[in-house]
Each structure stands twice: as C-alpha cells, then as structure tokens.
C-alpha cells in the first residue's frame, strides 16, 4: 500500500508528517484528510482562540510529490 503524507498548515506555519500512513488510494487519502480537517474544525470552535479570518489546511502528498490540499479559513461571529 502506498504512504500518504499529511502536513497541517496553520497559517503560515507548516508541520509536516513525517511517518506518513499507509491507504488503499487516493480515494481513502481524501476521506483521511477530510475526516482529519472536520476534526480540526471542531476544535477550533470548541475553543474559538483563533482570530477571525485564520486559515487552515491538509497538504497531502506522497512519495511523488503533492496531490491535494483541503483547507478552511475559521470565521466566528457572535451577536451582541
């Protein structure tokens, strides 16, 4: 099975994987990375620390090089 490598971006800041995970395809990596990113949304809501307007994503690659992004930017508003 191939390695799929998902690297978080946090605004500017990228941290990579390093270890990678193995998958059947493109397909499950996708769903892996979604799955992932939902995740990361409900933390942020969770804890609302972020400032409006923060962009957020999965990077995924593989031995080859990148094949997708999904990203977000976190934007909260609440009434007075």
């Known amino acids: 099975?191939?390695?799929?490598?998902?690297d978080l971006?946090?605004?500017?800041?990228?941290?990579?994987?390093?270890?990678?995970?193995e998958l059947l395809d493109i397909e499950c990596a996708q769903v892996e990375a979604t799955e992932f990113l939902a995740d990361m949304v409900v933390d942020l809501t969770m804890r609302a620390s972020r400032p409006s307007g923060h962009f957020m994503s999965i990077e995924v690659?593989?031995?080859?090089?990148?094949l997708f992004t999904l990203g977000f930017t976190f934007t909260a508003r609440r009434r007075h």
């Open 1 to 6: 099975m191939p390695l799929y490598y998902f």
């Open 9 to 21: 971006r946090d605004g500017e800041a990228l941290s990579a994987d390093e270890e990678g995970t």
């Open 61 to 66: 690659r593989d031995a080859d090089g990148p």
